[in-house]
T-cell receptor, first 112, second 113 residues
C-alpha cells in the first residue's frame, strides 16, 4: 500500500536553530499538508499546498514557517528559528481527491 | 463553539462489547467525515470515511452520519484489546482546493480483556 514517508523520525535542535522536516507524499496525490500535534493535544492544521503554492495556512504558520516542493517528490517544512513551543509531532499528509488523507509516520521535534 | 467536539473519555469497555464514539461539528458546509485511530506516539490511521447521511459498515466498524443534527458516530462491534487507542473524528471543510481536515481532541478507548 502506498505510504507517505517522513524523515527524520526524531530531531533534537537547539532553540534558535533552523530545522527542515522532509516528506515524500504518495506519488499520484495532488494535495499536501502539514499538521502538528503538541503532546496531549489535538492534531492541528498548519498549511495546505496545491499546484506548487500554499492554498491555506493557519494562524500558527507565521513567518518562521515555510514550505517547499523542490522537486517532483519531496515536500518540506522549514522552521527558521525554533522556539521551545515548536516541540511537537509534525505530520505530513497527502490526498488525491476528497477521499481520506494519508498521514506519514511523523517527525518528533524536540527543541531544547 | 468548538469546530469538532468528541465525547469526553476515557471510554472503557470489556472485550467483545460494542464501543460507541460520538462527534459533533459546527460547520454545516462540511462535506466529508473521517474516523482515524491513533496509537500513542504514532500517526493517525484512517479507519472509516463517510459522505452521505446514514450508516456505512466496514467489518466490525460502522460509521453513522446525520447532517441535520451535525453528528457523526463510530460503533466498534466485538471490541478487541488491539482496538485500544485514541479515536479521532475529523471533518473535511469545504472549499475546492482549500479542503483541510479539522480534528476533534479524540476519545481514548480502552478495551479490557
Amino acid at each position: 500500500e502506498p505510504e507517505v514517508t517522513q524523515t527524520p523520525s526524531h530531531q533534537v535542535t537547539q532553540m534558535g536553530q533552523e530545522v527542515i522536516l522532509r516528506c515524500v507524499p504518495i506519488s499520484n496525490h495532488l494535495y499536501f499538508y502539514w499538521y502538528r500535534q503538541i503532546l496531549g493535544q489535538k492534531v492541528e492544521f498548519l498549511v495546505s499546498f496545491y499546484n506548487n503554492e500554499i492554498s491555506e495556512k493557519s494562524e500558527i504558520f507565521d513567518d518562521q514557517f515555510s514550505v517547499e516542493r523542490p522537486d517532483g517528490s519531496n515536500f518540506t517544512l522549514k522552521i527558521r528559528s525554533t522556539k521551545l513551543e515548536d516541540s511537537a509531532m509534525y505530520f505530513c499528509a497527502s490526498r488525491l481527491d476528497r477521499a481520506g488523507y494519508t498521514f506519514g509516520s511523523g517527525t518528533r521535534l524536540t527543541v531544547v | 463553539q468548538k469546530e469538532v467536539e468528541q465525547n469526553s473519555g476515557p471510554l472503557s469497555v470489556p472485550e467483545g462489547a460494542i464501543a460507541s464514539l460520538n462527534c459533533t461539528y459546527s460547520d454545516r458546509g462540511s462535506q466529508s467525515f473521517f474516523w482515524y485511530r491513533q496509537y500513542s506516539g504514532k500517526s493517525p490511521e484512517l479507519i472509516m470515511s463517510i459522505y452521505s447521511n446514514g450508516d456505512k459498515e466496514d467489518g466490525r466498524f460502522t460509521a453513522q452520519l446525520n447532517k441535520a443534527s451535525q453528528y457523526v458516530s463510530l460503533l466498534i462491534r466485538d471490541s478487541q484489546p488491539s482496538d485500544s487507542a485514541t479515536y479521532l473524528c475529523a471533518v473535511n471543510k469545504s472549499g475546492g482546493s482549500n479542503y483541510k481536515l479539522t480534528f476533534g481532541k479524540g476519545t481514548l478507548l480502552t478495551v479490557n480483556p
